[in-house]
């Protein structure tokens, strides 16, 4: 969603900002621009569509200068145009602007404005903000940069992440945030700043995050930074935890394929140096509590959205299973505005990807506010989610490009199957149960190597399917939130309908759906209620539909009763939902590209949602 890139030191700015919004592309964004100062006036450039037609352009832009702004825009207040694309540029030209988020009063402001003459080129709300700091500075232009963008931005209400330049003041770029994510890469003679470290991961590891509420004056060779009620910050520097290489494709066609086939690596960082000594449990250096807190908690709540959502739903199979802590799992973005009620001694999780997901952070702050600890599980150290939790454990999946979450999602649920462990072993697990868990986990990097060979039969089928219009995931217990996710995989990657359900519920209303044009995939890997299943796959034969199944056994019937038959290693249940979601990745990613979609920018998606 929406990237913001500035650039300020001693080279041309145009093609870094250029590069630093291709760097942000697996983001989303329908359209894109930049602006540069080149002997004291602003230009900008913009082009609908992919970053490639910006850079196309730029070739024929005649306009440099070493200070500029960039921008790729998620539409929201007006169509997808190049009028509505940013940078904004006040009335006259002496402001630009790049903008995430929303701001709610704008129309109140816009009215205000145009009172006072201001004319508006566009129908976003972004401008209003650009003009805004034109109507302080022509009130009041014996004030600063940052003290004219400050004052501004005391009258805006809602969420933003802005960098602004000016041609007045010429050596600087103001950047401020209000939850939406911006950062400052510092470099030796030049400063970078972004919305995301992979727009500045080339030219600099060393990052300042910006907390909501501050606003930032950044110069080539230095940046001061304050609250908005001119405060003192302790600036805070930290390293980017990631290799370049993430950003590169390394041979695959798309990121979706090579963060599939990254994911035993990708499961063995998110284990590495977190089992005991005595190999039967399983620690986390990040969370702060005891073994004698971590006893005292009756109920854990773990809030996510979208495919973290679905890991945490797993979560809550295996740890209601093996530790015996009842768990809740909510949407992010239910949980912040419904006043759920809370148990006493309930820990609270936030898990996010990205560590940026608006409705996600809502619920931190709300936990938070009544009172309860909230950690947190996400990939992004420094992120705005990591900052914000009392503490937490990092996935260290290394940066995820695909905007579909693949490797990220395993990642998530190893480190949930290792919480279930942990808090087993404090409630009743004995050490050899845990001894056996600890095996099965450290086996899974060997494991999904296995399954990854599964990669052709899974495309073959998905030639065989992939016209179809109308698929449904079924699985039982913990491989219900496994069918959840796959179905959501598809939608996304393929644009095809799917939906998801545990697998008894069919009859109980998705049988109506059921005919020769309805694909069902059972991911049939939890082995205790197999002739139930069994059962279910005849109900689908039985109405004509096909049949998919997933399984880890060679019993004869699956060859009988079903269409194509997709067979996984057997495997501990603590670490079933974690094999038995790769197949369904391949599926979604073959179907995608067999139906010829963008499989690594899915339409109308972004990788963080950063606006309600
Ligand atoms: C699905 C997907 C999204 C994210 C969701 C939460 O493939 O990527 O559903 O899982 O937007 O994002 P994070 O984990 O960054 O909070």
């Known amino acids: 969603m929406c990237g913001i890139v500035g650039y300020i030191g001693q080279k041309e700015a145009n093609g870094i900002l250029i590069d630093g919004l291709k760097r942000m592309e697996y983001r989303g964004y329908d359209s894109a621009g930049i602006a540069v100062l080149d002997k004291g006036s602003i230009f900008s450039l913009k082009r609908v569509g992919k970053v490639m037609e910006l850079a196309k352009a730029q070739t024929k832009f005649h306009h440099h200068g070493p200070i500029g702004i960039g921008h790729t825009r998620w539409a929201t207040h007006g169509n997808v145009s190049e009028r509505n694309a940013h940078p904004h540029l006040s009335d006259g030209n002496r402001f630009a602007v790049v903008h995430n988020g929303i701001i709610e009063n704008y129309l109140q402001i816009k009215a205000f404005l145009t009172e006072k003459n201001y004319r508006f080129t566009s129908d976003t709300d972004t401008e209003t903000l650009a003009n805004l700091i034109d109507y302080h500075y022509q009130k009041a232009p014996y004030l600063s940069f940052a003290e004219i963008v400050r004052k501004t931005l005391l009258h805006i209400e809602g969420t933003y992440g802005i960098a602004v330049m000016s041609k007045i003041f010429a050596d600087e770029i103001v950047v401020a945030r209000k939850s939406s994510p911006l950062l400052i890469g510092v470099g030796e003679g030049e400063n970078i700043i972004a919305s995301d470290a992979a727009a500045v991961a080339r030219y600099t ?237 450290k086996s899974l990097p060997a494991i999904t190597n296995e399954i990854l060979k599964l990669s052709d039969p899974i495309r073959m089928i998905a030639e065989k399917y992939y016209e179809c219009e109308r698929f449904l995931f079924l699985g039982r217990q913990a491989m219900y939130p496994i069918a959840l996710e796959g179905a959501l995989k598809l939608k996304e990657i393929a644009y095809v309908h799917a939906e998801a359900f545990p697998t008894a519920e069919m009859k109980h209303g998705p049988i109506a759906l059921i005919s020769d044009e309805t694909v069902c995939l059972f991911i049939a890997t939890q082995n205790e209620l197999l002739d139930k299943t069994m059962n279910n796959i005849q109900e689908v034969k ?38 038995s979601v790769i197949p369904l990745q391949f599926f979604a990613y073959y179907i995608g590209i067999l139906r010829g979609c963008d499989v690594d920018r899915p339409r109308n998606l972004a990788k963080s949602v950063t606006v309600e």
């Open 205 to 441: 590891r060393c990052v300042v995050y910006l907390n909501d509420g501050e606003i930032a004056s950044v110069r080539s060779d230095n940046f001061s930074i304050t609250t908005l009620h001119e405060n003192a910050v302790d600036v805070i520097r930290h390293e980017l935890d990631w290799e370049i290489r993430d950003m590169d494709l390394e041979g695959y066609p798309h990121y979706m394929l090579k963060e599939i086939v990254e994911q035993p690596f990708v499961i063995e960082n998110a284990m590495r140096g977190r089992f005991t000594a005595d190999g039967c449990s399983a620690k986390f250096g990040g969370i702060s509590l005891t073994p004698q807190e971590l006893r005292t908690v009756d109920r854990l709540l773990f809030c996510a959205c979208g495919s973290a959502y679905h890991a945490c739903l797993a979560g809550k199979y295996l740890i209601e299973k093996y530790a015996r802590i009842p768990v809740d799992v909510e949407y992010a973005s239910e949980f912040r505005y419904r006043n759920a009620p809370l148990q006493r001694n309930t820990l609270v999780f936030v898990v996010s990807q990205s560590g940026e997901t608006i409705d996600t952070l809502a619920a931190l702050h709300e936990a938070k506010r009544r009172g309860y600890t909230v950690l947190g599980i996400t990939n992004v150290v420094g992120s705005t989610i990591a900052r914000a939790t009392d503490a937490g454990i990092y996935q260290h999946a290394g940066l995820e490009m695909g905007v579909a979450s693949t490797k990220a999602f395993a990642s998530q649920i190893t480190i949930l199957s290792m919480l279930a462990l942990l808090l087993a072993r404090i409630h009743d697990m004995d050490a050899i149960a845990g001894l056996q868990y600890v095996q099965a986990l």
């Open 542 to 579: 039985a109405r004509g539909g096909k049949v998919i199944a997933i399984v880890n056994n060679d019993c004869i019937a699956w060859e009988v009763f079903c269409d194509e038959v997709l067979t996984i290693p057997e495997v501990h249940p603590g670490i079933n939902p974690i094999v």
